[in-house]
């Protein structure tokens, strides 16, 4: 069975920052190597649409959303099958449920987390 598991989301000041961890587990993930995986995270505000944070190809290099840039960073530990986002600098406009999405780049099968919320608030 294929998972997702998101955590570190939570309540935080603005100002403050905040660690998301994505691990992806499921037979998917053992069957090939991590590396080959497209990781990106997105995130849905309350009566919005969900939007594109930020992008960790494989092989190539990060994007994110301008509301984002210089705040917050994308990364991968491929040994251990997780997915970064550290977020810094949070601002009230940035509270919503954060999601992270894999796609294998072999057959484009694509996975999604559960996602976390993360409320910033004074």
């Known amino acids: 069975q294929v998972q997702l598991v998101e955590s570190g989301g939570g309540l935080v000041q603005p100002g403050g920052s905040l660690r998301l961890s994505c691990v992806a587990s499921?037979?998917?993930?053992?069957?090939?190597?991590?590396?080959?995986?497209?990781i990106a995270w997105y995130r849905q505000a309350p009566g919005k649409e969900r939007e594109l944070v930020a992008t960790?190809?494989?092989?190539?290099?990060?994007n994110y959303a301008d509301s984002v840039k210089g705040r917050f960073t994308i990364s991968r530990d491929n040994a251990k099958n997780t997915v970064y986002l550290q977020m810094n600098s949070l601002k009230s406009e940035d509270t919503a449920v954060y999601y992270c999405?894999?796609?294998?780049?072999?057959?484009?099968?694509?996975?999604w987390g559960q996602g976390t919320q993360v409320t910033v608030s004074s």
């Open positions: 999405y894999v796609r294998n780049q072999w057959n484009y099968a694509t996975y």
């Open positions: 499921g037979s998917p993930f053992s069957g090939s190597p991590f590396s080959i995986y497209y």
């Open positions: 960790n190809p494989s092989g190539g290099s990060t």
